[in-house]
């Protein structure tokens, strides 16, 4: 069973990057959500089958090492199709998602985003999609 998404949204979050995994870490957990960290796909499935009852959004880099975010995203919303899911990207979101990189109602953050949107984007995130107005 998932966490109540509603007050503090569990977020497993996945970046090769350390001082952007840190960075986020540190903004989530001031925002009130309990984080799970993996700095790559692997060690990401690792901490899902250790802790997905009380995972409810997994924030991942597009590209990681072995597995990309995409795939990585698909393998964990098929075992639990109410995972939200937000993707983080150097590039915009419509871009890749007209080049069919990230699904046509994927939620993608720059990654130099402020706290503000970081929220919000989580917020929407645990919005079933067919319900979302726009992309992030």
Same mark, same amino acid.
């Given at each position: 069973?998932?966490?109540?998404?509603?007050?503090?949204?569990?977020?497993?979050?996945?970046?090769?990057?350390? $001082?952007?995994? &840190? !960075?986020?870490?540190?903004?989530?957990?001031? +925002?009130?959500?309990?984080?799970?960290?993996?700095?790559? #796909? /692997?060690?990401?499935?690792?901490?899902?089958?250790?802790?997905?009852?009380?995972?409810?959004?997994?924030?991942?880099?597009?590209?990681?090492?072995?597995?990309?975010?995409?795939?990585?995203?698909?393998? $964990?919303?098929? &075992? !639990?199709?109410?995972?939200?899911?937000?993707? +983080?990207?150097?590039?915009?979101?419509?871009?890749?998602? #007209? /080049?069919?990189?990230?699904?046509?109602?994927?939620?993608?953050?720059?990654?130099?985003?402020?706290?503000?949107?970081?929220?919000?984007?989580?917020?929407?995130?645990?919005?079933?999609?067919?319900?979302? $107005?726009?992309?992030?």
């Amino acid at each position: 069973m998932q966490s109540n998404p509603a007050q503090h949204p569990t977020i497993l979050l996945v970046t090769g990057d350390d $001082l952007l995994r &840190r !960075s986020l870490a540190r903004r989530l957990s001031q +925002l009130g959500h309990p984080v799970v960290v993996a700095r790559d #796909a /692997q060690g990401a499935r690792l901490a899902w089958e250790q802790s997905h009852s009380a995972v409810d959004l997994l924030l991942t880099d597009v590209l990681l090492p072995g597995m990309g975010g995409p795939v990585l995203a698909r393998k $964990l919303t098929t &075992r !639990s199709p109410r995972l939200g899911v937000i993707f +983080l990207s150097a590039h915009r979101g419509e871009v890749l998602i #007209a /080049q069919g990189v990230l699904p046509p109602n994927a939620l993608c953050l720059s990654k130099r985003h402020p706290t503000e949107l970081l929220a919000g984007a989580v917020h929407r995130a645990l919005v079933p999609p067919k319900e979302r $107005l726009q992309v992030a």
